[in-house]
């Protein structure tokens, strides 16, 4: 990643040597600290310019991703800077292969030499870039998915290399529903699954007769957990049925509630250009139904960070977030009687402890009730010094491994 600071060149001459400092200091400040929760390492400053690496020195599975959303974070924190007067940023993103080399220089200049083409290609993007504006390219773009919102810029012609490189616009997040529609296909073949399909299909016809059923599975990255909950709502679609779905996301660990606020968000049909009295109105077309009273639907205002009234209840935030999960189960309760539920809570390794509680409190009261929960979660999720506890007797565990060895089932 290569970000730049729009318009050094005119402040350096609006302010003195000094106060240039401060300003240009704050900003790299900013920058390493935005790039740093992602996992991005600052390589050099360049003047104005910052050079930044993901994948290195420590790889994670989703580099690009997270590049992507520090370029988009680092935009927003600049703009925020108190600084005499706005600043903006240009970003640049490529993926590739690169050599790193041995340490060179010496002192502040020393550095970490890389070889290949990827950081030219972000560079030149990144001068491609318009202000405020992060600029990918194919290679990334690839290995993103559909986990953003994207403009083509078409092919480019860049300085040093021989052919057109086309540039993609990020513009924010998508609203994919979920990390395995945005990065793979449903239609991928289903293959070496049945047993732990019957065993789902098993549960769901026990949940339609209004016995609940929770299904826990486990499994390593890319085995195929949310292939198997895409493969089961594939089977039940022609049932007359209501699907809830929560996703926990690794960006969001620190952020209460996260995959119950994004479900409202999608239930209420939440647009990217909505005004804020659009989404109140919308919420409050989604909650009426299952609200108790009035003062709930005044708490997931809240929760959504709409305008609200809640301060006026005049309660302790343990009694607050008391009511807050009273009004988030009347809401999953008013679903059920209608038609039985498919709830998917997917990836709850990332899940943050607000919302496991909240999940805990949820399997308390489904043994009775026309429902199948199926919740997905790597082996580090079930190691957790927190484990979920379920309080349904009879729930079920698939420990998910290898379709060329045989599936353990525990019941």
């Not at 005119?10 to 390493?32: K, M, N, Q």
């Not at 049945?194 to 016995?211: I, P, T």
């Not at 008013?334 to 709830?343: D, G, K």
Request: proline share 6%.
């Amino acid at each position: 990643m290569f970000c730049d600071l729009v318009g050094s060149t005119a402040l350096s001459v609006r302010f003195d040597p000094e106060d240039l400092r401060e300003i240009i200091g704050a900003y790299h400040r900013c920058v390493t600290d935005t790039v740093g929760r992602f996992g991005g390492f600052v390589a050099k400053y360049m003047g104005d310019g910052v050079l930044i690496y993901f994948g290195y020195p420590e790889a994670h599975e989703d580099d690009p991703e997270r590049a992507a959303r520090a370029g988009l974070a680092v935009i927003d924190a600049v703009g925020q800077l108190t600084a005499p007067e706005p600043l903006n940023v240009r970003l640049g993103v490529a993926s590739g292969l690169v050599v790193v080399g041995d340490l060179i220089g010496a002192g502040a200049a020393q550095e970490r030499g890389v070889v290949g083409e990827t950081p030219n290609l972000a560079a030149r993007l990144q001068a491609l870039a318009q202000p405020g504006a992060l600029v990918i390219a194919e290679s990334t773009r690839r290995q993103i998915g559909a986990l953003f919102e994207i403009e083509d810029l078409g092919p480019q012609p860049l300085a040093g290399f021989t052919g057109p490189q086309r540039g993609w616009r990020v513009m924010g997040e998508s609203r994919v529903l979920s990390r395995f529609e945005a990065l793979r296909s449903e239609a991928t073949p289903f293959i070496g699954r049945d047993k732990e399909l019957e065993l789902l299909l098993r549960c769901w016809q026990h949940a339609k007769a209004g016995k609940g059923r929770v299904v826990l599975v486990s499994g390593e990255p890319g085995i195929g957990k949310s292939r198997l909950t895409a493969a089961l709502s594939q089977t039940i679609r022609g049932d007359h049925h209501t699907r809830l779905r929560f996703f926990c996301s690794p960006h969001h660990q620190d952020s209460a509630l996260y995959p119950f606020i994004a479900q409202l968000e999608r239930a209420a049909e939440f647009a990217r250009d909505d005004t804020v009295e659009e989404k109140v109105g919308k919420l409050r077309e989604l909650l009426r139904p299952g609200a108790h009273e009035g003062d709930e639907i005044e708490l997931m205002a809240e929760l959504l960070s709409l305008p609200n009234t809640a301060f006026e209840l005049n309660l302790s935030p343990q009694r607050k977030r008391e009511k807050l999960f009273e009004a988030l189960l009347h809401q999953f309760e008013a679903v059920v009687p209608r038609r039985p539920v498919l709830m998917v809570f997917e990836d709850v390794h990332w899940i943050d402890p607000t919302s496991r509680e909240l999940l805990d409190l949820t399997l308390g009261r489904v043994s009775r009730i026309a429902i199948l929960v199926v919740v997905t979660c790597r082996p580090e999720g079930r190691r957790s010094s927190q484990p979920l506890q379920f309080a349904l007797s009879g729930a079920l565990s698939v420990e998910w491994k290898p379709a060329c060895r045989r599936g353990e089932l525990i019941e």
